[in-house]
């Protein structure tokens, strides 16, 4: 069991820079979900993908966000002109069908906007 | 909407001393409710969930959280507390059987010391 694994772990950017993360969820989920976590608080949910539709999208997710998940497999996260606002970490997790069905979540990426 | 309600921004407990943390929750419908841990620079780590039948569900590491339907409450407990349970800890409800989001409370940090 590999896990859910994200790439890069921490990405530094000038205000302003595009920045994409990829997401590999285990591999027999197929959902998988983008979440933001600032510090002290508590993950906030971005987007929810079942395969390759994206389900769900929270108002958090501006037009600046993008994710997609072309083959129902991997995922990535593209956030368009950043701003110091976005800095955060942006957590991924996976998990199999079923209603009542943990997520298991990646280490995270952290983002910082200078 | 849903929301999670944890308290106390940190709990402080000897080593052996039985332990809590406190959630509640606002959800319309029968919730799913689960319970996380993050440890320093590591992911979420799944520890319990309730999605239906006995109102004391029992998870890893020896962490158990009753159910309680009329105080919407779940709080985690632990008969012992261990200095390596020191870690956040998050509660989070989602409605069951509707939607895939998880809302999360803003954690508690728990600190044991020896």
């Known amino acids: 069991d590999t896990g859910v694994s994200q790439d890069p772990r921490h990405k530094i950017t000038k205000r302003g820079q595009n920045v994409t993360f990829r997401c590999d969820p285990i591999?027999?989920?197929?959902?998988l979900y983008w979440y933001r976590q600032t510090l002290g608080q508590g993950p906030e949910f971005l987007t929810y993908?079942?395969?390759?539709?994206?389900?769900?999208k929270s108002r958090l997710l501006s037009d600046r966000f993008s994710a997609e998940r072309p083959k129902g497999s991997f995922s990535t996260l593209e956030i368009q002109r950043t701003e110091q606002g976005d800095s955060a970490m942006y957590l991924c997790?996976?998990?199999?069908?079923?209603?009542?069905?943990?997520?298991?979540f990646g280490q995270g990426t952290r983002l910082t906007v200078v | 909407a849903q929301s999670v309600a944890q308290p106390e921004d940190q709990v402080n407990v000897a080593e052996g001393n039985p332990l809590t943390v406190k959630c509640t929750y606002s959800?319309?419908?029968?919730?799913?409710l689960f319970w996380y841990v993050q440890y320093p620079n590591r992911g979420l780590q799944f520890l319990l969930k309730?999605?239906?039948?006995?109102?004391l569900v029992k998870g890893s590491y020896g962490f158990e959280a009753e159910f309680n339907k009329s105080q919407t409450s779940f709080h985690l407990k632990k008969p012992s507390a261990l200095v390596s349970d020191s870690a956040l800890y998050f509660c989070?409800?989602?409605?069951?059987?509707?939607?895939?989001?998880?809302?999360f409370g803003g954690g508690t940090r728990l600190m044991v010391k020896p």
């Open positions: 309730y999605i239906t039948g006995d109102n």
């Open positions: 959800v319309s419908g029968n919730p799913y």
């Open positions: 591999s027999e989920h197929n959902r």
């Open positions: 989070a409800v989602r409605k069951s059987n509707a939607g895939n989001m998880l809302t």
């Open positions: 993908f079942q395969n390759e539709a994206q389900l769900e």
């Open positions: 997790a996976s998990s199999p069908p079923g209603w009542g069905a943990e997520a298991f």
